[in-house]
């Protein structure tokens, strides 16, 4: 059985490219393409896809608003695609708030050096994507407001990784663990930068730690990312740069095609951006280097978070965390985009508790013994 995919875009051109690669997967069907958001809408309603490609800049109704009249109307998978700019950032940052779940560059020759690798890179968002929302269609759009996100009651699940990390039994994280802290760091990819506003925008203004934060995102896009972040969180968030201390109550998002390392002392930490033109190394920002920097100097005085994304960045920089003492907790699998990231630390027995994305922000604060 095929997934059923809906190809929207003004353009004729972009539409058969999409509709051709897509088609190229045996798993995939386009069922239908529409040629701007109204037409989306209905299309969406009527025929029930399981993912839609949506561009942004359309004709009648643009791709946002088409995303928020179907997450109100017949939730579904979608994936945007957006330039490159500071203008194609922001739309796209409104899109995913508005509930499309992940983004791709518009310009495929951005994203990969072949078209056949970006090809296969299409089809696999679309296929992660499709699985993940396979039979369901629960309401994914996100609220800007504080008081919208209030933090909501729900079970967590500590990690079996016997069980390979694919099924996990409710419990709750009773009381801290009375370990003390210097840094808590976050990595996540496809998904991340929701369940990142969600988490981060429950903290508090006198949060006790510095926070580093690794999301796979273009470097035309942190900046932005960081900004809006910055407006609607009560601690400050920046895009990192060289030179940065880090600070109680800030944190810092690594720059999209760069590395972010931690470097001086555990009492005088500051940060270390540096370009990368490796071959060798997937991700530029690499959850696994930023990690692993935090190691050599926190030691294990590091609370280490591995949110939803593709592929397994962050598994050996956790394990390294982790050896030296680090406690690692994993988003779960019902909360995620796509359960790739924190299953691998999961599988490999590195985490110790699974939380739905909702419960972070108080599981936090409850191990910090923090308010």
Not at 20 to 34: G, K
Not at 149 to 157: C, D, L, R, S
Not at 175 to 180: A, D, P, R
Request: proline share 5%; aromatic share 4%; glycine share 8%.
């Amino acid at each position: 059985m095929s997934f059923k995919v809906l190809v929207v875009d003004d353009s004729s051109f972009f539409r058969r490219r999409v509709t051709d690669i897509l088609n190229n997967d045996p798993n995939l069907e386009v069922i239908d393409v529409a040629v701007n958001g109204i037409d989306a809408v209905e299309k969406a309603i009527a025929l029930k896809p399981d993912v839609i490609t949506m561009d942004i800049e359309m004709p009648l109704l643009n791709g946002i608003d088409a995303v928020k009249q179907i997450m109100a109307q017949a939730p579904t998978a979608i994936i945007m695609f957006s330039s490159l700019t500071h203008a194609g950032a922001q739309a796209t940052l409104e899109a995913l708030d508005a509930g499309a779940l992940d983004f791709l560059p518009k310009k495929f020759n951005e994203i990969a050096k072949t078209t056949e690798d970006a090809g296969s890179l299409l089809r696999e968002r679309v296929v992660q994507l499709a699985k993940k929302n396979a039979g369901k269609r629960p309401r994914l759009s996100t609220h800007r407001s504080r008081a919208a996100t209030e933090a909501k009651t729900g079970n967590t699940t500590r990690s079996n990784s016997a069980a390979a990390g694919a099924i996990s039994q409710p419990t709750s994280l009773k009381k801290s663990s009375g370990k003390q802290y210097k840094l808590l760091a976050i990595g996540t990819s496809t998904g991340g930068p929701v369940a990142l506003q969600k988490l981060l925008i429950q903290l508090p203004k006198d949060f006790p730690l510095p926070i580093i934060m690794v999301q796979h995102m273009p470097a035309a896009f942190t900046l932005a990312f960081a900004n809006r972040l910055n407006t609607l969180c009560k601690i400050e968030v920046k895009q990192a740069e060289s030179g940065d201390i880090l600070k109680p109550g800030h944190a810092y998002l690594a720059p999209g095609g760069k590395q972010m390392v931690i470097h001086g002392t555990e009492n005088a930490a500051k940060l270390r951006i540096l370009e990368d033109n490796s071959e060798r190394i997937a991700f530029k920002p690499s959850v696994d280097i930023s990690f692993a920097s935090a190691a050599k100097i926190y030691g294990g005085d590091v609370l280490g978070i591995i949110l939803t994304g593709m592929g397994s960045d962050g598994r050996e920089g956790s394990r390294l965390l982790k050896s030296k003492g680090a406690t690692i907790w994993a988003q779960d699998e019902a909360s995620c985009v796509v359960y790739g990231m924190p299953q691998a630390v999961a599988v490999a027995g590195i985490s110790e508790l699974s939380l739905a994305i909702e419960s972070f922000p108080s599981a936090i604060l409850k191990e910090l013994q923090h308010g």
